[in-house]
């Protein structure tokens, strides 16, 4: 057996240190997404509260996000998401807990089922239409025939405005002759 | 002067296509937004659900037939409900011996405020949270405190959107108890 004084220390090569030191990086940093709910557990910073609430909206206003919203129900609400923040609940875990609550309202969009269904298509059909009806017109301009033009020279100009003149003079005449 | 007559507008078949494609459309929106705005059912069935109270356990309305039922929305920020709180937890005591049967539906709420808010007001009969705001969209609600009278065939007999008072309870129940 070798006692601890005949012990020998073999030198590392610096490349295997380097190696052994980044293996155990990312090691580390590979198992960082399961200690996730203990490093985010604790009080929440007023941020982190913020981040969350601004991904939802208040339930009783018009198109109001939470993170802006100042009534009691939003207030109430922002509290929630701290504590369970607190809980180590993850952001995601936190807007299903108030769909769930509140229904999909709270995402800000409509549920894409039945009716509301509209509201997710007609945009895209709409915007589809209206590229096709522009196209088609364009492409309906640049192939017409351009329109043949009436010619007309200094002298028929001539008289066709006589003619005019003369018949202008005429109504003068007969309106004028009413009067007298 | 040319005396050529203007020419008759065209009516192609792409307008009137687009112009069924528009009326379509029209004819599916109108349809959808009569369908959305109801309005609440103030006569007929009270529409069916079923309520998880915070006391645990579950109650379906259709399960109370031959009862009148007091059905209540409430919220704990809103101030005519906590008006209205100890005058229906007063009558609630008075009947709840009787064929009557008071439901409480918390609408838009956090549930610690909901509870403290019971626990305050010292509210029994059951109460549970309206879950994904199904039971109100049933109901057609538009705010809180709305409370629907519902007769023991089921029907709703009565609507009331403002807070309700010892009195008048008191009165519509007696009233459908007697029929």
Redesign the interface.
């Known amino acids: 057996m070798m006692s601890k004084t005949q012990r020998k220390w073999y030198p590392v090569e610096p490349a295997h240190a380097m190696l052994a030191g980044l293996l155990t990086l990312i090691l580390l940093f590979s198992i960082l997404p399961w200690l996730s709910p203990v490093v985010h557990a604790g009080t929440p910073t007023p941020n982190e509260v913020e981040a969350v609430a601004r991904t939802l909206y208040c339930?009783?206003c018009v198109g109001e996000r939470l993170d802006a919203c100042e009534?009691?129900?939003c207030m109430?609400?922002k509290?929630?998401i701290a504590?369970q923040l607190a809980e180590g609940k993850t952001p995601e875990e936190i807007r299903q807990y108030f769909?769930?609550?509140?229904?999909p309202?709270v995402l800000g969009e409509p549920p894409r089922k039945g009716?509301n269904w509209?509201a997710w298509v007609?945009p895209f059909v709409a915007l589809i239409a209206a590229g096709g009806y522009v196209f088609l017109r364009i492409r309906q301009w640049s192939q017409a025939p351009p329109e043949a033009k009436e010619v007309v020279t200094v002298e028929e100009g001539k008289a066709?405005v006589d003619e005019?003149l003369d018949e202008y003079a005429k109504q003068v005449e007969r309106e004028l002759s009413q009067w007298e | 002067m040319s005396d050529q007559p203007a020419a008759q507008p065209r009516v192609t078949r792409t307008t009137i296509l687009v112009f069924l494609a528009v009326l379509l459309f029209m004819a599916i929106l109108t349809a959808g937004l009569l369908m959305r705005h109801k309005g609440r059912p103030e006569e007929g069935p009270a529409p069916d659900f079923t309520l998880q109270l915070f006391d645990g356990g579950s109650i379906r309305l259709s399960d109370l037939k031959g009862k009148v039922v007091i059905l209540n929305f409430w919220a704990s920020w809103c101030q005519p409900c906590k008006d209205e709180a100890r005058d229906l937890e007063r009558v609630w005591q008075m009947y709840k011996d009787k064929d009557v049967v008071f439901i409480g539906v918390n609408w838009s709420d956090t549930e610690a405020k909901a509870r403290e808010y019971l626990r305050v007001y010292g509210v029994t009969y059951p109460n549970g949270p309206d879950l994904g705001r199904r039971i109100g969209q049933k109901y057609r609600i538009r705010g809180v405190p709305e409370t629907f009278i519902i007769d023991k065939q089921g029907n709703v007999r009565k609507v009331i959107i403002r807070p309700m008072t010892e009195e008048e309870l008191i009165s519509y129940i007696e009233q459908l108890l007697g029929e």
């Open positions: 339930p009783l009534i009691p129900l109430d609400m509290r929630e504590e769909v769930a609550q509140y229904g309202i009716f509209l007609i066709q005019a």
